[in-house]
């Protein structure tokens, strides 16, 4: 063993290279090799068998004795993993759960949100709880000092918020420009011109990007609480999360280019401005609005005789379609900027293009010509197109309220082309693409383009460019309306099962769109089920979903069992109604869910809850239809009650029902009588009778 | 029950585009090349109205083959289809369905549905006309005088149709057929700057469902088979810029304020929510607030990193100034820093005291 070791030690070249008339040493040595190989990483032994592998072949063809010199084995390099890797390997274990909810609400079973407003009410206090914790610790930092994590952490200790350097100096000016603290920065480079301080310009340059980024403003405070977007995709369904949104960046978006702001003035003071003085001062421009100027700025670059950069043609293409009316004149004026580019050496990068694409969405008919030639160039120019490309494209082709005439081969094309790819995010506009997709494949009732853009989704990260839930729930909201048209009911109960509610809160309409495929492919049974769901997800309060179901339930007859459940579900019903919330009533009875659902108790022969129900017709003051009444008389009839025929009788008859004379005659003829009671409907017939 | 026949329709209509889209490819995608892509743009109507040719500005003569194999691939219009489509029928819709309906006259029918609006601005595009009727059909032939009575010498015109019309009587049905392809290719093709109606002129132009004018005009399809598969994706490009040149990279400056605000975009629209425990674990990495799973044997080693081995081995200056120059105390801590030496110094010791110890038995 200590020879084996030893030999182990010895370089392997030396090993191999000795010579066969030492066999004990030999022995030795291959036991050492073994050693060595079993020992060696994973990959030399990947090698390893490779090269035995293709020994074997080779001596295979060649038909001759395996005398060959052993292989050179090759150390591999260093694998470097990244300090996430292991966790990498184990995430991509985990499959999703089709019964849990989202991963953040794990941890407090009893914040699992069930409906879709509870979802958006726990997701937003669990950021706002993060932020307003950031924010207490930002604003009283003096209370944040210790230190306890070990190695420290730097993210979790208060950030320096206030400006550490007080002397007027370029470095104060680095940090105030670092902070975002435009008016300091702006007043300490007026302080540092008078004092005649110079102020390099690469400074100078940083200094105007912050203004131009800014617009002049001081950007909000970036721990203030603030929310995403959370329009509601139909407003009837989140009336009260309206005000619940934040101002948002509403203001930066008022916020127009100033003539003459400190921007532009310090541009001027500039004795020679750069590429990057023009870049800044042309990209603020464009962001605040001011696209003609920018257009001037540009023009004046050229007469400096220096070169814009890719920024700087990104922004005016951007730009391009707000200063021309026509659509040719927009797109002569892209093809013109290209054209520059090209001649100034500036190589295009992916936002060009996309920019471009956008700006052919503006362009009317133009852009169907255009749209794929400059996909090509891309590809040309090796730059993969990022799914804002082809969302672009496809809302060239596909105008929204535009009716659909035959291109549903362009999204065809378009999914021949991503199908399978992963892609990461790469533009703001990537995340719009599922979402217009699915619409394409709702308008063009495309069912089988929605499915493979539904596996595009599964494919690699992609999931993450679907967009945060605001997108997510109008995406789906758009496949299960698709799902609901088109396909059958047990495929699309299967994808019902799968992503409600883990992933999607199915809006009222999509509910009721769920309703009718139910009823499109007479499966009316489910309605029970699907009720269970509604209440679920908290769409009992909708007085129209809860009326459809309840004419479903009415119209036709089923089996016993059916009608059984039914008329549990219809009771259900009932408490609804009854109940309200917090002392609220919700719904209101009105003449149709009454009789609807006293037809469903009486299908299931429930007549004493039916009987029950009647007597609601006058509480809440409405009036009861001819054919329930006719209806409720014959289950009477099939259970002999005379009594309740009579009563029934002076229902009809406290309605001043028009139809109380037949019903009279009815229950006159129909039912054995007792004399009282025949006189009680004779009475009653004189009476409507002289009402009339 | 009516949304659902929608549903059946739509269902039975989606297939049926689809199974011909696969099949009939080419000559749309063909279409799309001469056309710059919009194939759509080109209406596949016939300009049989003098009024509906002052409208189009911009009429665009179509080369023969573009026409006739977009033709010659137009699905048959379900009946259903067509039902719907009635739905939203106007004026010029109704000569577009003309024309569908006449297309299925070739073999089958004999009929013509007289237009709203039979005036006819060329004489070639009556002869279609003539064509599809077949037999000398009264309502044809006052379509033709109506026709004739649009051009400028009347009486002539009519005769030449009318003769035309005859002479067309005598032409076997499959001729005629092969013929249709010629005709066609001579039309103008309307192309209307702005989108169309709701009706799509691919139902509208429908195709026998005999099949025997389809094999007839096979020649055609099978030449421009080769472009066949040809995707919009590999188009012409615009050919602005020189592939593989390179931009002379400017002095960069590290990441400005606009990179990051685009980052944050990115980030702000993407879901970067994570799906599970272990994607949590790998954001708070990232954050650097959770220590880093080990991954090799130096994990956790970062600030051990910065000392070199010789701080660790030669540790001669921790001994200058606390300590006595010279004498036991500094021999020994000598020894204590040079942990080999105090080895041997206790071999030696204990050699020396060998005898003392054999004494002793030990």
Redesign the interface.
């Known amino acids: 063993m200590d020879q084996s070791q030893l030999a182990m030690v010895v370089p392997r070249r030396y090993l191999l290279s000795e010579p066969p008339s030492a066999p004990v040493m030999a022995s030795s040595c291959s036991q050492a090799l073994r050693h060595h190989v079993c020992k060696s990483s994973r990959i030399l032994r990947i090698h390893l068998q490779k090269s035995y592998r293709s020994f074997a072949l080779n001596s295979a063809a060649d038909q001759q004795p395996a005398v060959s010199s052993p292989e050179e084995i090759v150390i591999p390099k260093k694998k470097t993993w990244s300090k996430e890797a292991v966790l990498q390997a184990l995430a991509s274990a985990v499959k999703r759960d089709p019964t849990a909810s989202d991963s953040r609400f794990q941890d407090d079973p009893y914040l699992t949100p069930k409906t879709s407003s509870e979802f958006k009410l726990f997701s937003l206090s669990q950021e706002s709880g993060r932020n307003a914790a950031k924010y207490f610790i930002n604003t009283y930092p003096k209370y944040f000092q210790k230190d306890y994590a070990q190695p420290h952490i730097p993210c979790l200790m208060p950030e320096t918020l206030e400006a550490q350097i007080e002397e007027a100096s370029e470095a104060a000016l680095i940090e105030r420009i670092r902070m975002r603290k435009v008016k300091a920065a702006v007043d300490l480079y007026d302080q540092l011109l008078q004092a005649g301080t110079s102020v390099s310009l690469d400074v100078t340059n940083q200094l105007l990007d912050l203004i131009c980024f800014c617009g002049d403003h001081d950007p909000a405070q970036e721990n203030v609480p603030e929310q995403r977007n959370e329009e509601t995709e139909d407003v009837q369904d989140e009336p009260q999360a309206k005000k619940g949104r934040a101002p948002k960046a509403s203001g930066l978006l008022k916020a127009t280019w100033k003539e003459n702001n400190n921007a532009e003035r310090i541009f001027a003071l500039l004795s020679e401005p750069n590429t990057h003085s023009y870049s800044a001062l042309i990209r603020g421009m464009v962001k605040y609005g001011a696209y003609s100027k920018a257009f001037s700025t540009y023009t004046d670059l050229l007469n400096n005789r220096l070169k814009a950069d890719v920024q700087t043609f990104n922004a005016l293409i951007i730009a391009a379609p707000e200063v021309k009316e026509k659509y040719n004149e927009k797109w002569e004026l892209i093809v013109d900027l290209l054209k520059q580019m090209a001649e100034q050496k500036v190589k295009p990068n992916l936002l060009t293009l996309n920019a471009v694409l956008k700006a052919l969405r503006r362009c009317g008919t133009l852009g169907k010509s255009q749209a794929f030639p400059v996909i090509s160039e891309m590809k040309a120019l090796s730059i993969d197109p990022s799914l804002a490309s082809y969302n672009h494209l496809l809302t060239i082709f596909y105008k929204t309220g535009a009716t659909i005439q035959g291109q549903t081969d362009i999204l065809q094309e378009v999914m021949n082309e991503v199908s399978g790819k992963s892609f990461t995010a790469q533009d703001p506009d990537d995340a719009q693409f599922f979402i217009t997709a699915m619409r394409i494949c709702l308008d063009t009732k495309d069912m089988e383009q929605a499915y493979r853009v539904h596996e595009l989704l599964g494919v690699g990260e992609n999931w993450r460019l679907l967009g945060n839930d605001f997108q997510q729930n109008i995406y789906y909201a758009r496949f299960f309306s698709l799902l609901c048209m088109m396909e059958n009911i047990d495929v699309m109960l299967k994808w019902y099962r799968d992503l409600v509610p883990s992933v999607y809160y199915p809006s009222s309409n999509i509910m009721r769109d769920l309703l009718q495929a139910l009823d499109t492919d007479n499966r009316l049974d489910l309605i029970p089920q699907i009720w269970k769901d509604i209440k679920q997800l908290g769409h009992a309060n909708r007085q129209n979903l809860v009326e459809e179901l309840l004419i479903l339930m009415a119209r036709e007859k089923h089996n016993q069992e059916v009608q059984e459940s039914f008329a549990e579900c219809a009771l259900d019903i009932k408490k609804i109604y009854d109940t309200g919330d917090r002392g609220k009533v919700l719904l209101s009875w009105t003449a149709g869910s009454l009789s609807d659902l006293i037809s469903v108790l009486l299908a299931a022969h429930r007549r004493q809850d039916a009987w029950e129900m009647l007597k609601l017709f006058k509480t809440h003051n409405r009036v009861p239809s001819e054919e329930l009444l006719n209806r409720f008389l014959t289950c009477v009839k099939e259970a002999g009650e005379v009594n309740q025929a009579v009563e029934l009788v002076q229902i009809s008859a406290g309605f001043c029902l028009p139809e109380t004379p037949k019903l009279i005659q009815r229950v006159q003829q129909e039912f054995e009588l007792t004399e009282q009671q025949r006189n009680m409907l004779s009475d009653l017939e004189i009476q409507t009778f002289n009402s009339d | 029950m009516y949304?659902?026949l929608l549903?059946n329709i739509?269902?039975v209509r989606?297939r049926f585009?689809?199974t011909h889209?696969t099949r009939l490819?080419l000559p749309?995608t063909k279409c799309k090349e001469r056309e710059?892509?919009?194939p759509?743009?080109v209406n596949a109507e016939v300009n049989t109205d003098g009024q509906k040719n002052t409208e189009m500005n911009e009429g665009t003569d179509i080369s023969n083959a573009t026409l006739t194999s977009q033709l010659e691939t137009e699905p048959v219009v379900k009946p259903e289809d067509s039902k719907q489509l009635e739905k939203t029928k106007s004026g010029k819709e109704s000569l577009l369905e003309l024309l569908g309906a006449m297309k299925v006259e070739v073999t089958t029918v004999r009929k013509i549905r007289p237009s709203k609006t039979p005036r006819m601005s060329e004489s070639e595009s009556s002869n279609i006309f003539l064509y599809f009727s077949g037999t000398l059909n009264p309502a044809l032939v006052a379509a033709v005088s109506a026709a004739a009575s649009t051009l400028p010498n009347r009486h002539q015109a009519e005769s030449e149709l009318l003769k035309q019309l005859r002479k067309h009587e005598a032409i076997p049905d499959t001729q005629r057929r092969a013929d249709l392809g010629h005709i066609i290719a001579d039309m103008k093709v309307g192309k209307r700057?702005?989108?169309?109606s709701?009706v799509?002129p691919?139902?509208q132009i429908s195709f026998d469902d005999d099949g025997k004018g389809y094999t007839q005009d096979k020649g055609i399809t099978s030449e421009l088979g080769v472009r066949r598969r040809k995707?919009?994706?590999?188009?012409?490009?615009?050919?602005?810029?020189?592939?593989g040149?390179?931009?002379?990279t400017?002095s960069d400056?590290g990441p400005?304020?606009?990179d990051i605000?685009?980052a944050n975009?990115?980030?702000?629209?993407?879901?970067?929510?994570?799906?599970?425990?272990?994607?949590?674990?790998?954001q708070w990495?990232?954050?650097?607030?959770l220590?880093?799973?080990p991954?090799?044997n130096e994990a956790g080693l970062?600030?051990e990193a910065s000392v070199p081995f010789h701080e660790h081995v030669f540790l001669e200056k921790h001994l200058d100034e606390s300590f006595p120059q010279q004498g036991p105390v500094r021999h020994f801590m000598e020894l204590v820093i040079t942990g080999l030496e105090h080895i041997y110094w206790f071999r030696d010791y204990f050699r020396q005291k060998e005898d003392v110890l054999k004494e002793a038995e030990a």
Not at chain 2, 193 to 196: K, S
Not at chain 2, 231 to 243: D, G
């Open positions: 949304r659902r549903i739509n269902q989606n585009i689809h889209n490819t749309s710059s892509f919009a759509n743009e700057p702005n989108g169309r709701n799509r691919t139902s995707s919009p994706f590999t188009s012409k490009r615009l050919n602005l810029f020189a592939a040149a390179e931009q002379d400017l400056l400005t304020l606009w605000d685009l975009q990115i980030v702000q629209g993407t879901n970067q929510m994570p799906r599970n425990g272990f994607e949590e674990m790998i990495t990232k954050e650097d607030k220590w880093q799973y991954i090799n970062e600030e």
